[in-house]
């Protein structure tokens, strides 16, 4: 169980180093600074557009996916916050250039063209390309634009904006004159393209000599498959029940169709098991795949898990696909003889739409543990609970003092939203509190 001492202690420390990082460009450019004062609405600008660039460059951390950056909120709580953070630099972005322009219109000459033809298309391209970031991520689906080339645009966008970004600081020069500033701003530069590279190259040359091997494709129920991977001239992976992957399917690891899904087997097993539900373009065609084809695995990622050193009553709230997790959790406790009290509530659009519902069935025997099913559309025979999960059915099943409790919410957002509201209401603290999103990316 996380205590909150640890919880503070990380959030802290996290957020301090957030901000320091953030602010350290307005710190950096006060060093030896011996120009002239332009007034406060002038370096007002200034300020704004320094905190916007240190932002966007720390985007490329934020998306990094390495294990300690963000620790212990998991991935997907950190691109949640990368994606918050990228509307802040945005803005901070947009209001730079506006705060200039109204405080001294000598400014517009910056995107005349007649003045300066390369400078104006790059500053003009740095408006441009910060707010396709915005407006491809908040409108994707809307736009219908792939994933795949969302994804790749994504990061050729960031990086257009700070590599730009930069360079237009060191040629202004007036608040990084000295040497030392000039070659922290090229570092912290080369520092996003290196982990872009990083990201896009390095991590699958070291996948490519990791293959996997489709070794089954079962439909669960429909629209549901799994599909098992079995390692190929390697060990397998190491991971912790409740984690996830991303995977890459054909040939090379070096495709654009790269998506994360959660494991649904036991950390013991050789063979790995995804479970995956028919959403998008990529997921329709899961179950096409031939047994022998090659898969590329990276990770594992995320904190969906459980503390195997402290006792505690665990709470899954499930909803239709949010169930894998807690699937490889529950056989992992069972090959720990872990008899720790467990329940979940578990909600499907019907029986016939439910799946591992006979694997919950034997693992309930097996187990200390309680599985409550919600059928929106439930048979006729049926005498359990119906509709939708509410705070009234989590009241009915779990206890009045949740102080022991541990919550695992993962699911539809409409679920996760009224699961996590109604945990709040009860006074759960947040740290006992874990969510996955599967619109992480």
Known sequence: MTTKSSFIKYSVKWLLLFTVLVLAPLILALFGHQEENRGFWIEFGV??????????????????????????????????????????????IMAHFVVLFVADSQFWEFLDPRVNLPRALALSGVIVAATALIATTHWREKFGIIYEWWRASHGILGLFVVFVGTVHILQVSHYVSEPWQKAVWVTLSVAAIGMLVHNRVWRPLLMKKRPWKVTSITEEVNTIWSIELEPVSHSGLQFNAGQFVWITLGDSPFKLQQHPFTISSAPEEKNVRLTIKSLGDFTKEIKNLVPGSTAFVEGPYGNFTVDASIKTHNVFINGGIGITPTMSILQDLRSKQDQRQTTIIYGTPSFGLTPFYEELKVLSSELNLKVVHVFEEAPDDWDGETGFITEEIMKRYLPDDTSNCEFFVCGPPPMMDMAESTLRKWGVPVYRVHSERFNIV
């Open 47 to 92: 300020g704004l557009g320094f905190i916007g660039l240190a932002m966007m460059g720390l985007q490329f951390v934020l998306t990094a996916r390495y294990s300690k950056i963000g620790a212990p909120f998991g991935l997907d709580e950190l691109l949640h916050f990368h994606g918050q953070a990228g509307y802040f630099a945005w803005g901070f």
